[in-house]
């Protein structure tokens, strides 16, 4: 199964959380402080909730924090790694990397305004991050530079 996953910058976790959940008429999937994340079946969307205190106010950019497509297995992210190399993507590749609660590969792309995009399967869950979570300069995964833009820090999900 595949899906797309949006990932959003969020002032307040509770308010959004709250917010999301009317609207889509489901429950967060999971819930951590300051994280949240809802498998939406109808229409099939991963939407990732990551608190960003200084998202408030700052528009539709402030929000986006990174893009993706989640994908069945390794296998699928190794496909998808190789067929956008073959399309001169260069895709920046992390392996059994922990953020967001789960162990995840991926690949890494941006589009040309800058919009990251990863493709990602998640391996396990994780009880704990090793940083202070997605979305924050101490996620456990560094900011992806691919070409000259960098997914914002800690871009992971």
């Not at 956008?84 to 990397?97: I, K, M, N, R």
Request: aromatic share 6%; charged share 20%.
């Amino acid at each position: 199964m595949s899906r797309v996953q949006l990932a959003l910058n969020v002032a307040d976790i509770d308010a959004a959380v709250d917010f999301y959940s009317k609207l889509f008429g489901a429950e967060p999937a999971k819930r951590r402080p300051g994280y949240a994340n809802f498998a939406i079946a109808d229409p099939p969307l991963k939407l990732v909730l990551i608190e960003n205190p200084s998202a408030r106010g700052e528009g539709v950019s402030g929000a986006l924090n990174h893009l993706g497509v989640e994908v069945s297995s390794a296998a699928d992210v190794q496909a998808a790694t190789r067929r956008l190399a073959g399309q001169g993507l260069e895709p920046e590749v992390q392996e059994s990397t922990t953020c967001c609660y789960a162990v995840q590969d991926k690949a890494w792309v941006n589009d040309p305004d800058g919009a990251p995009w990863e493709v990602y399967t998640v391996l396990a869950d994780a009880p704990a991050e090793t940083g202070l979570g997605c979305g924050t300069e101490s996620c456990a995964v560094e900011p992806v530079t691919v070409g000259a833009t960098t997914a914002g820090p800690g871009s992971c999900c």
